[in-house]
């Protein structure tokens, strides 16, 4: 079946589901693969649950009613994306980097959803599935996109552009994450470069932040180019910390404009100036972006604030490397907040780095006081340090269950793999 044929069809059903525990009525059931799994074995169970058709490329499923044969499910998934992506000619803004993608993206979401009908990544569908089922979920009434992009290797956000082809792009930043997978720094820097290789080859627009140096030539030859920061761009503003949060005053004109946030630490202030200078170039009223971030309070434990009994908890456990690590613990440790507490999970995806990495991060937390440190992880372990140690999350939460923390300042910080909110839960 050709696309144009799929399309039309997708235009009478155009919910999608790959999911049989989740399937949506009158969807179109995509038969995705993995590695542990093979959709096209519960095609069946699909439509008996109330799917309208099944897309599959197994062949004894093409004679069943209501079933469409292609070569490769996921690459019809794709293709289908970018024909409907092609139906619009609005900006479309792609957003990737090693820290802080999720949150720039609900950010800017938030800011432009004040003039514009906005569709975005839901949650952290950034992947190579995540990225078309977004593209197939923005309704014809769109004046935005906004496309959240994730990668742990080279030629992925390629990829990635070539079925959503962005018009606008932003590089949160370039750290040390999924180096494993990257080959180091200069290899994370050509990965998440491919966004704006894309955009130097399409002309379009390149968000750069001019804090940091090393854009500069990743954006060379790039003549479309929206620049912000602390200094030395067309927006700029400056940062201070109201407590444990984060007030960021930006400059609309010759007037200031102070943006109160609920967000945590100062590394959050090139994710508000982000959504700030997007929401500028648009024309977003600098009154609306200020509401649009105020409003936004972060949550699915990405520098999540709570109160937990007596204790006040920020719970950071959805990623983790060695960039964001040094962020929130230098962070955390600059606070005034008293009786300080660190539990750290491992850090994943490290690579030949691993053993290197967790010596600096333990070097790190012992340059400050803290009334208790628990690190987690098999990362750890042949480590020297003083601080208390647990094979796993499991194994820490019950010693915090055993030991519940009292007027404490916790910091919670891991990587998805490391489940460091078991921690939370145990307290």
Sequence with gaps: MSIATLYEIYTRYPRISTDTRKIAQESIFFALKGENFDGNSFVDQALEAGAAYAVTDVAKNAGKSKCILVDDVLTALQLLANYHRRKF????????????????????????????????????????IGVPLTLLKIGMDA???????????????????VVAEPTHGIITNCGKAHIEGFGGEEGVRRGKGELFDYLREHNGVVFRNTDLSYLVSMAANTTRQVTYGSGDAQYTG???MNGIFLSVTFMDGNEPVTIDTKLVGAYNFPNVMTAVAVGLHFGVPSAQIKEA???YAPDNSRSQWMAK???????????????????????????SLGNKKLWIGGMKEMGEAELYEHR???????????????LVGKEFA????????????????????????????ILIKGSRGSRMERLLEAM
């Design 309 to 335: 009994g007596s204790n006040q908890v920020i719970l950071d456990a959805y990623n983790a490397n060695p960039t964001s690590m040094k962020a929130a613990i230098s962070n955390f440790a600059a606070t």
């Design 238 to 240: 400056t940062s201070v």
């Design 360 to 374: 600096e991060l333990v070097k790190l937390i012992g340059e400050h006081q803290w009334q208790e440190v628990i």
């Design 382 to 409: 042949g480590i020297e340090h003083k601080f208390k140690w647990f094979e796993d999350s499991a194994a820490a939460a019950a010693y915090v269950a055993d030991n519940k923390p009292q007027n404490s300042s």
């Design 89 to 128: 000619t609005i900006p479309f803004i792609a957003i990737t980097g090693s820290n802080g993608k999720t949150t720039t993206k609900e950010l800017v979401l938030a800011v432009l959803s004040k003039k514009y009908k906005t569709y975005a990544t839901e949650g952290n569908l950034n992947n190579h």
């Design 293 to 295: 971030i105020e409003s």
């Design 143 to 161: 004046d935005m996109a906004v496309i959240e992009m994730g990668a742990n290797h080279q030629q992925e956000i390629a990829s990635y552009c």
